[in-house]
């Protein structure tokens, strides 16, 4: 995705991480981190919205990220990669060997394929990111296929019994876009009702929601798995941090897509930031 969805060149992507970055809004946040969504557009569109979630993580510590993205070419199943590293130009992201290990174990339709994400931009778009703010953390990198019920409740129970098991500090991350090519005022309706479902901290509304009209996000498997987890290990706080669109970009508002960052906390008595 280098040279296409991101710059090749490692000083005008990190340029471009930093005007992220300053150009990100800043929201109070009480609580510790347990999981983010972001959205996976090319970085020059929704890194704005990434990195208002991103940006907490100038204040923690993490042992280890567990990414759930969907794979955008469908398929059966959970994907993961089994060992190794991711490359971009910033360097390698390690894969922590164990965290995945944990997962694939977790059922028959979570599976070693690391061809699937060779070609899928949902997860690719978090790496930089990643790099910027937790340089030196190995990621469990797992996509899904057909977000079907099943599917979900699947990944839930992984996600769930790989982080308990490995008795350390695990960041989620929920990748998703929501609505695509709908026109602004319309699109800020549909995305408008998964916002408010994020804000509620209601991922059975937001499943309800998206099985009426899988059109309100393209990741909405990912997210739904990772708000129900999140709560299970400890999460009991929500924040909208960031809303936007294309057009904000682009300029061109006739066929938008819309893009959230979220947080979700343990609540603790001081501020992440401010």
């Not at 778009?125 to 099943?150: C, I, N, S």
């Not at 899988?214 to 987890?229: F, K, N, Q, S, W």
């Amino acid at each position: 995705m280098a040279g296409k969805w991101y710059p090749a060149e490692p000083e005008a992507l990190r340029a471009l991480l930093e005007t992220c970055v300053a150009e990100a809004q800043a929201r109070a946040v009480t609580g510790s981190l347990r999981a983010l969504v972001v959205p996976h557009a090319g970085i020059r569109y929704s890194g704005r919205i990434a990195a208002a979630a991103y940006g907490l993580l100038e204040r923690e510590r993490f042992d280890s990220v567990l990414l759930l993205g969907p794979c955008h070419q469908g398929g059966n199943g959970l994907f993961l990669i089994p060992g190794g590293g991711i490359e971009t130009p910033l360097g390698v992201v390690r894969i922590d060997r164990d965290l995945v290990a944990t997962l694939e174990r977790a059922s028959s339709d979570v599976r070693y394929d690391p061809e699937v994400h060779l070609d899928e931009h949902s997860l690719e778009m978090q790496y930089p990111f990643l790099q910027r703010f937790l340089p030196d953390v190995p990621v469990a990198p797992m996509l899904m296929g057909y977000q079907t019920k099943d599917t979900i409740a699947i990944a839930l129970h992984a996600i769930e019994s790989a982080v308990k098991q490995s008795g350390r500090s695990v960041l989620l991350v929920a990748s998703s876009d929501l609505s695509h090519f709908e026109p602004r005022v319309r699109a800020r309706e549909l995305d408008a009702e998964v916002v408010a479902c994020l804000e509620r901290f209601d991922p059975r509304g937001l499943a309800e929601l998206l099985e009426s009209r899988r059109g309100h996000a393209c990741g909405g498997g990912p997210m739904i798995a990772v708000l129900e987890a999140s709560r299970t290990l400890g999460a009991s706080k929500s924040y909208v941090l960031a809303y936007g669109d294309s057009g904000d970009v682009t300029g061109d508002i006739t066929g938008v897509v819309g893009y959230a960052s979220a947080a979700f906390t343990e609540v603790m008595d001081e501020p992440l930031r401010s």
